[in-house]
């Protein structure tokens, strides 16, 4: 692919990212019933790390936006997008029929003097306690990982580790959140795979259907033909 063509791309995952946040918001501020509110013993011995906040957002973005550079052409690039858009309807689902929320008193650690503090405040202004379960910061880092891993290998997946780490010492999210939002990014991406091996069948039945009519259509021209001389 050209340089246009990745900055196209670009452009496009931005808009996608600013959209699915509408979605995100949106069953944020109206869930279907008030949200859970899990009682952990385990969760609540976990420090607070304010610092953590900067891995959970600054490393989060750039990371999904990585995958422009290793989309191989524009149908690649598609698929990638839509295996995002499977996610992102997931937890939407359960966002809304499932409405998970971290404690009050986890925000009210925070004592916002520091700019670690002062940024995940920030932060915190736009996105509520709510949707927790699965935790999307992990999902999307999961499927991010995944897609990466062809030409990152192994290394790839220190993208959703840190993002999980960052999940927990914000106290942005419960324990549990974590697995489930591995879970959820690697459906995604299996499903991903399925509609990939799918649309290559449905592409060859379509080139042999093409085929069989034009070696239809020349044999019917040359009885045609034949018959006129």
């Known amino acids: 692919m050209t340089f246009s063509d990745y900055f196209i791309n670009l452009i496009l995952s931005a808009v996608l990212i600013i959209g699915a946040y509408q979605f995100y918001f949106f069953t944020q501020r109206h ?95 736009f996105d509520q306690s709510s949707n927790c379960f699965p935790s999307m910061h992990v999902s999307v880092a999961m499927l991010t990982a995944l897609h990466a891993m062809p030409v990152m290998g192994g290394w790839a997946f220190l993208f959703p580790v840190l993002i999980a780490i960052s999940c927990i010492f914000t106290k942005q999210h419960y324990l549990i959140d974590l697995p489930a939002g591995v879970a959820l990014g690697a459906f995604a991406y299996w499903l991903y795979l399925l509609t990939g091996r799918h649309a290559r069948q449905i592409s060859v039945i379509l080139l042999m259907e093409i085929i069989g009519y034009c070696k239809q259509s020349i044999k019917t021209q040359k009885l045609l033909l034949h018959g006129i001389h």
């Open 31 to 125: 869930p279907l019933r008030k949200p859970i509110v899990w009682d952990s013993v385990v969760d609540e011995e976990i420090p607070f790390r304010p610092r953590w906040s900067w891995v959970y957002s600054f490393l989060y973005y750039p990371a999904i936006l990585y995958l422009n550079l290793i989309a191989t052409n524009h149908r690649h690039f598609i698929m990638m997008a839509f295996s995002f858009l499977i996610l992102l309807f997931m937890q939407m689902l359960f966002f809304w029929l499932f409405p998970v929320s971290t404690p009050p008193h986890w925000r009210n650690i925070n004592p916002g003097k520091t700019p670690s503090e002062w940024f995940l405040q920030f932060v915190q202004k």
